[in-house]
């Protein structure tokens, strides 16, 4: 199988652009349960220019009509192609879309011989009773026989040798359930998502969940005096210790039920915006599998028991003799427990704004960071080869219009880049070096921005530069060159003198890829032909006023020169963002969990807080009338929770210094941890705590001392 990308599909002088096709064999519904509507699941895909459309596209196409046997004309193709089937809709969670599948058949590389392309994706599927690690085993039996040649008349040497000069080449088997969560593997039709972030983020809502759990516990704890004479009167009554048990966690596991049902309220009304906030596409479904409600229950249950457990083992420990001479509420003041758990709460919040303030950081660097060229005002053209013949002729129409700069063709364009080639340097046959090769015109290297530090750019002047080259300063690192006028590069395999490429410039390193990678060599050939064979893009850079009438006179221009196709293009700066969305959704899921933790923290502090003044307004009262001012008495009752936080401090940096720096490996290009995150966050933790007890101590505090003294 083998995604297309965008593709022009027309039906009746009507065009539209689909995202989603891909190329299959006949055997694709053998592999895969995707339930055919119309046609015969049998003959599916089983000659040339056969398609079978998503039950959506096909609606979309042709409405309530029949579309077995309908025409269309896909891409460039002048023979047209017949509908054979409707098959449903593929599910979002597939690792693949498609809303259109051809026959595999039709593409002229389907008899291709070759084994060393590695263009499509091939499934296997194994024999009942069988492993796959048995089939995996037999694979590199497969690559010396079928690929060993091919890499001796390809690169010049021999497989082992290859290997041996660290180019990897190989296949093995991957499991179809696998293929999401694996990140390590490229892949065609969707970025995989990365397991280690299911596994951050869970942690974390199972932290934001004791945190909760902890504000149950410590509340429940701090008031327990108000129960006292109920668990005294009880036990007098003849009700044993296992009874009060039962019933404190019995109201426990209550509390934790009515919530689930409010959360699960709120989950269904706020899931559309939070879909919205994150770009993703997820649903409640409850009833979508049996297992689903009883483990919510089950959940509700366990974090029931976690947070009512302490509190009825502490509550129905309370003799009535105790109760009855008042030395329970005394014992209330000793409250380690409860700052040891406010330190955990503060320690979990602190660990989440700092960081938060890591990614936002990380992120603002990679969209700011110098990339080598010039990213802004340029819209990259697709499908440029549908100019044919036009080419030459479109180009000079587009520098007619007054807001473009210029213009550039090409067969790569920064993260876009897919053509990998090996290379000899002359005089160093037995060696071969893999480079990013880039077929462009004389004006890409201007269009873009990027800059020579040695030498010359391809110019008209120079006949013989059909057969020079540029390459980048990674690549003159790695292979080691001293002097320009002695390098010369050369394919493996091929012969004779026209075939060497000279190297008659150095071009400053740009960042061609995410910046999760290391710079790797670049090399540029320069391709001046009218058609644009294989130069499938076109460059505009264009002048930032009136964006929208300079791309629509564009766009005007490309119809006029392609019978009316529909223009695709993109912006080159959002295509370098788009590179780093996962971590823009994962900074934004990290501000939501932090609010939730601060918030829910905060809300425990208050209620510690509120009891606190409460146990001391007699206190107050005694302060305030030896004249103590409001000042005074803020700073003996916040100077506690503020020494709380500073520890939490303590103990969240150094954690988060280790995880942080875990997750910055992910890139090669990265923020140094400096002192500032870990500031910033103790910082906010302060503010927030600060403020959370200001009301309720401050209040306390402008209370006239006769009151005060008057209370109890």
Request: contains cysteine.
């Amino acid at each position: 199988m083998k995604g297309r990308g965008p593709t022009i599909v027309e039906y009746n002088n009507q065009t539209f652009t689909e995202e989603h096709l891909v190329e299959a064999d006949s055997s694709f519904f053998n592999f895969f349960s995707i339930p055919i509507l119309k046609g015969d699941p049998k003959n599916l895909l089983n000659s040339p220019r056969k398609l079978v459309l998503a039950e959506s596209t096909a609606k979309r196409l042709f409405g309530d009509e029949n579309p077995i046997d309908k025409i269309l004309k896909i891409g460039e193709d002048t023979v047209r192609y017949t509908v054979g089937g409707v098959m449903a809709d593929i599910p979002g969670n597939s690792h693949f879309e498609a809303n259109i599948i051809s026959s595999f058949m039709t593409n002229p590389k389907s008899n291709d011989p070759t084994w060393i392309r590695n263009s499509f994706s091939t499934y296997l599927l194994i024999k009942l009773n069988s492993s796959y690690e048995t089939v995996d085993e037999k694979i590199p039996e497969l690559l010396i026989k079928y690929v060993g040649p091919e890499d001796q008349q390809f690169l010049g040497i021999s497989i082992n040798d290859s290997v041996a000069q660290g180019n990897k080449y190989g296949y093995y088997l991957q499991n179809l359930t696998d293929i999401h969560l694996d990140p390590s593997i490229q892949q065609e039709f969707k970025e995989a998502g990365n397991p280690k972030y299911l596994k951050i983020f869970g942690s974390i809502a199972i932290l934001i969940v004791l945190i909760a759990a902890i504000n149950f516990m410590n509340l429940s704890t701090a008031q327990s005096s108000r129960r006292a004479k109920e668990v005294g009167i009880k036990k007098i009554g003849g009700s044993s210790r296992g009874m009060l048990i039962t019933q404190f966690l019995s109201e426990s596991f209550i509390l934790s039920f009515i919530s689930l049902i409010f959360a699960l309220i709120f989950i269904k009304i706020t899931l559309p915006y939070f879909n919205n906030l994150l770009g993703a596409n997820l649903t409640l479904n409850l009833f979508t599998n049996w297992y689903t409600i009883p483990v919510l229950i089950l959940f509700s249950m366990v974090v029931g028991f976690l947070a009512g457990s302490y509190p009825a083992l502490f509550l129905s420990s309370f003799s009535p003799y105790e109760v009855l001479k008042g030395s329970v509420k005394n014992s209330l003041q000793n409250g380690r427990l409860r700052r040891a758990l406010v330190v955990f709460q503060f320690t979990v919040s602190i660990l989440l704004i700092v960081g938060t303030i890591v990614m936002y950081r990380q992120i603002r660097y990679m969209l700011n960071k110098d990339l080598g060229f010039n990213k802004e005002q340029l819209i990259v053209i697709n499908k440029a080869e549908a100019l044919g013949t036009k080419a030459k002729s479109f180009k000079e129409s587009l520098r007619g219009i007054p807001g473009v700069i210029n213009i550039a063709s090409s067969t790569d364009v920064p993260g876009r880049n897919n053509y990998n080639d090996a290379y000899n340097l002359e005089g160093r046959k037995d060696e071969t070096f893999l480079m990013e090769t880039n077929w462009i015109d004389y004006d890409y290297l201007e269009t873009y921005g990027m800059t020579l530090v040695s030498g010359r750019s391809f110019n008209e002047s120079f006949t013989t530069d059909q057969q020079a080259c540029l390459i980048n300063e990674t690549a003159v690192k790695n292979f080691g060159i001293t002097d320009l006028e002695k390098a010369r590069f050369m394919r493996p395999g091929d012969s004779g003198r026209e075939n060497y490429l000279q190297v008659i410039g150095v071009v400053k390193n740009f960042n061609f890829e995410s910046l999760r990678n290391q710079i790797g060599s670049y090399l540029f050939c320069l391709n001046t032909d009218n058609v644009l064979c294989g130069m499938r893009y076109l460059t505009v850079k264009i002048s930032a006023n009136n964006y929208s009438k300079t791309i629509s006179e564009i766009e005007n221009k490309w119809k006029e020169f392609t019978a009316n196709k529909p223009l695709e293009y993109y912006f080159v700066d959002e295509d370098f963002e788009q590179m780093y969305i996962q971590e823009k959704q994962n900074a934004r899921m990290a501000v939501i969990f932090s609010i939730l933790a601060i918030f829910i923290a905060s809300l425990g502090l208050f209620g510690l807080t509120s009891f606190m003044v409460e146990q001391r307004t007699r206190e107050i009262g005694i302060r305030k009338a030896m004249g103590s001012s409001i000042t005074g008495i803020y700073i003996i009752m916040s100077k506690e929770v503020i020494i709380l936080v500073s520890i939490s401090a303590l103990i969240a940096c150094p954690v988060i210094y280790y995880i942080a720096g875990k997750w910055l490996e992910n890139f090669y290009y990265k923020i140094n941890l400096g002192a500032f995150n870990f500031i910033a966050g103790l910082a906010i933790a302060l503010g927030i705590a600060t403020l959370t007890i200001s009301y309720r101590i401050l209040r306390a505090a402008r209370v006239n001392p006769a009151q005060s003294l008057k209370y109890e």
